[in-house]
Structure formats: structure tokens, C-alpha cells
């Protein structure tokens, strides 16, 4: 398993930087990418200095609905590709990428791939859900802007592997 951040506010040489944040996961078997940053064109620049194209991810897990971490999406989008964002998002946006992508709403804590898991919505005012990994030295927790606070999520995330 690799970890690479793809869109960030900061960015290592060579790569363009955004408002947002997304971090792609490569597995041996597919490629799973944790939210897409704000602007799609800097995603598909990354992706693409990467050597991924969006025919390459597989799954997309969106943490929150806000745009900085969503609003790449559109960028990447296939009816094939599975997306897992949680179930606070509005009706409307729901419905609009239902008819575009495989879409799964998630409530609580479900297993994405082995050893993969959203920790489902955490947070009582604003919803997000986190993405665990579950690797040979131990969990990793990849988390969008952590709005219902860091021990909540972790709280979460230490029931798992």
C-alpha cells in the first residue's frame, strides 16, 4: 500500500498546489482516492504527474460536503466508479451523483475493501466520515479537515483492526 497526497495547499516541486486536500491509495489491485480537492483540473494535473489517470481509481470516499474536498469530483467522474460519501450529504447532490457514479451513502463504520473501513459519520453538528487503513504496523487514519474533532474520529477508528 501506497499513500500519496495528490492536492494539498502545499505542494512538493513540480506539482500544482489548491485549496483542499486528496490523498490516493494504491493498492495492488486498485487505486482508492480520499477526497478530490476544489479545482479538477489541478486533481487531473497531479493524478496525471503521478502516472493515474481517473480510468485507473476505482472507489472515491468523499469525508464532507464541503467543495475544497468534493469539488474535483466532476473531474473524474464514471458510472463504474464507486463512491462512498456520507449519508448528511443533501438529497439533492445525492441524487445528481447517483445518476452518475456507484453511489453508497454511509451512516456508520463499513469495511470499503479488506482491511479498508470508513469510520462512518462522526460529529453531531457537521458529519464527516474518516477512511482507516489497516496495515502491517498498525492503523492508518486519513481524515478531511477532522470538524468533529481528532479524539472523536480516533475514538472511532481504534475500534478497528
Request: with cysteine; charged share 25%.
Amino acid at each position: 500500500m501506497k499513500l500519496k497526497i495528490v492536492y494539498d495547499n502545499e505542494a512538493r516541486p513540480g506539482f500544482e498546489r489548491g485549496w483542499g486536500f486528496s490523498c490516493l491509495v494504491e493498492l495492488e489491485e486498485e487505486m482508492i482516492l480520499f477526497d478530490t480537492g476544489w479545482d479538477g483540473n489541478v486533481l487531473l494535473s497531479n493524478l496525471k504527474k503521478f502516472g493515474v489517470g481517473p480510468e485507473d481509481i476505482g472507489v472515491v470516499v468523499i469525508s464532507h460536503a464541503h467543495w475544497d474536498h468534493l469539488g474535483g469530483l466532476p473531474h473524474i467522474m464514471r458510472r463504474d466508479m464507486e463512491v462512498y460519501v456520507p449519508r448528511s450529504f443533501s438529497k439533492h447532490l445525492k441524487e445528481e451523483l447517483a445518476s452518475k457514479v456507484d453511489l453508497h451513502e454511509v451512516t456508520g463504520p463499513q469495511e470499503i475493501r479488506k482491511e479498508i473501513w470508513s469510520t462512518g459519520e462522526v460529529g453531531e453538528e457537521f458529519k464527516e466520515q474518516s477512511l482507516i487503513l489497516g496495515t502491517r504496523r498498525g492503523l492508518v487514519v486519513l481524515v478531511g479537515c477532522s470538524h468533529p474533532g481528532v479524539k472523536n474520529i480516533l475514538s472511532v477508528a481504534s475500534k478497528f483492526g
